[in-house]
């Protein structure tokens, strides 16, 4: 058995490469991130690397490579899942969950009903809101745009309003675009730039409010004393947004940054702008931070999704068949 490991800018680049060298009866045997060579590695960026496999005999001309020798192959699922891009850890427990005679004829419809089972603890329950929803992150991750699909989907699906408040007193043009939504949608609304005016607002709000605070982390001093007043508060549950793309080193790096926000769930943004989801999701499942809602477009409130099992299990199914059809 011949080995030979493939890196490249993408899943899809990397298995591209696997089957122009080693055909289509290449077995990918793992998938991992890496730090890119040269300059952009010195920067941060992430290359994947993909471990593959062909029967074929080495070269009678210079002897066998430590990477040449026979490796034990995992089975077919498990290469197909890994090939889709599914880190090994996922896909060992849902090959573990199929029966072996199962697996090598195993439909979409079953796989989505193993996975669903698996990432059924990473999605948040289906809950009322709080008294207080809270939203902190990354400045772009669309912080400001989530609550506004929030308030618009309760007002057109339930008939109620939702108060909007904006927290964050760095980006005036943030304030005036969460303004314009509530205008829009008929909501509530009122700025806090200080530590006492959200006390206040707070104090004085007659429904659920939704949270917008600053791009900024959670140990600078004005957004710790925004902290500060909503944890002396009842009824507090802070989501922590996220942009589907984002990598697991930056993952585990925002979530370390923003454990003093104490955190309940997870808001994944941008789907539709993102190559893999996969990365944050393996960080997420490390954590077991709950995803409460899901994003995948602009629009306003069409583009919000409520976080399932099954609609979990059905990004992971749609990103393998985008993968696997680079290598078919």
């Keep these: 058995m011949y080995l030979k490991r493939f890196r490249r800018p993408t899943v ?30 010195v920067v941060g960026a992430r290359d994947v690397q993909i471990t593959a496999a062909v029967d074929r005999q080495v070269s009678d001309r210079r002897p066998p490579l430590p990477s040449d020798r026979p490796a ?15 880190d090994r850890m ?15 004829l195993v439909s979409d419809r079953r796989l989505r009903e193993v996975l669903a089972t698996i ?33 618009a989907r ?38 806090a730039r200080t530590p006492g005016e959200l006390d206040k607002v707070l104090a004085r709000g007659r429904q659920p409010m939704l949270v917008d605070t600053a791009g900024r982390s959670p140990n600078d001093r004005p957004v710790a004393d925004v902290l500060h007043v909503l944890g002396r508060r009842r ?9 589907a793309d984002t990598s697991a080193a930056s993952a585990r790096r925002i979530l370390d940054t923003y454990e003093a926000a104490r955190p309940e769930r ?25 995803i409460s809602f899901v994003t995948n477009g602009q629009r306003v409130p069409d ?21 696997l059809e680079a290598l078919s």
């Design 12 to 41: 899809a680049e990397a298995l591209a490469a696997v089957k122009s060298e080693l055909g289509p009866e290449a077995l990918v045997l793992s998938t991992e991130l890496v730090t890119a060579a040269g300059w952009r590695g």
């Design 72 to 86: 034990a192959v995992d089975d077919p699922l498990v290469v197909r899942l890994l090939a889709g891009g599914v």
């Design 90 to 104: 996922l896909a060992e427990a849902v090959v573990a969950a199929i029966p072996s005679g199962e697996r090598r």
């Design 119 to 151: 990432l059924s603890g990473l999605a948040a329950a289906d809950d009322a809101f709080a008294r207080i929803e809270v939203f902190v992150g990354p400045p772009g991750v669309g912080k400001t745009t989530t609550i506004a699909k929030l308030a």
């Design 154 to 191: 309760e007002r057109a699906g339930n008939g109620r309003t939702v108060g909007m408040v904006a927290a964050d007193g760095f980006r005036a043009g943030a304030v005036e675009q969460l303004r314009v939504y509530a205008t829009i949608i008929g909501a509530p609304f009122a700025v």
């Design 235 to 243: 009824g507090i549950r802070t989501h922590l947004v996220m942009a």
């Design 266 to 290: 997870l808001v994944v943004t941008k789907l539709d702008e993102a190559d893999s989801m996969m990365p944050l999701l393996a960080v997420v499942r490390e954590r077991g931070l709950p």
């Design 303 to 323: 583009d919000l999704a409520r976080a399932t099992p099954q609609l979990l299990a059905s990004a992971v199914l749609r990103e393998m068949a985008s993968s």
